[in-house]
Nanobody
Framework: QVQLVESGGGLVQAGGSLGLSCAVS????????MGWFRQVPGKERDFVAA????????DYGDSVKGRFTISRDKAKNTMYLQMNSLRPEDTAIYYC????????????????WGQGTQVTVSS
């Protein structure tokens, strides 16, 4: 059973930075993708970024390009999201997720999810 545990959320002022981590345990495969999504209550879960575990290829949602950076540490089985120039509209619960296969922006394509971590950006 794949398990994901996020950490690093919190409260930050607009323009500030925050880093998230997602530790994965359980069966892993060389060809899997890890992703970050976010959700505001009452709205759909949105794609933030994804990274292929083997080669480190990345994708970003349009709203975070140039501000957020996704990365992974294979030795630690951990994925990261560095968030810079944060805006109030970045406020959401951030989830990490895993899927077998290539990067995908659709949350329904990810079968494994973490519990989520709250990120709040004050204006």
């Amino acid at each position: 059973q794949v398990q994901l545990v996020e950490s690093g959320g919190g409260l930050v002022q607009a323009g500030g930075s925050l880093g998230l981590s997602c530790a994965v345990s359980g069966p892993t495969f060389s060809t899997y993708t890890m992703g970050w999504f976010r959700q505001v209550p009452g709205k759909e879960r949105d794609f933030v970024a994804a990274i292929s575990w083997r080669f480190g290829n990345t994708d970003y949602g349009d709203s975070v390009k140039g501000r957020f950076t996704i990365s992974r540490d294979k030795a630690k089985n951990t994925m990261y999201l560095q968030m810079n120039s944060l805006r109030p509209e970045d406020t959401a619960i951030y989830y990490c997720a895993v899927r077998l296969g290539d990067r995908d922006t659709r949350p329904g394509e990810y079968p494994y999810w973490g519990q989520g971590t709250q990120v709040t950006v004050s204006s």
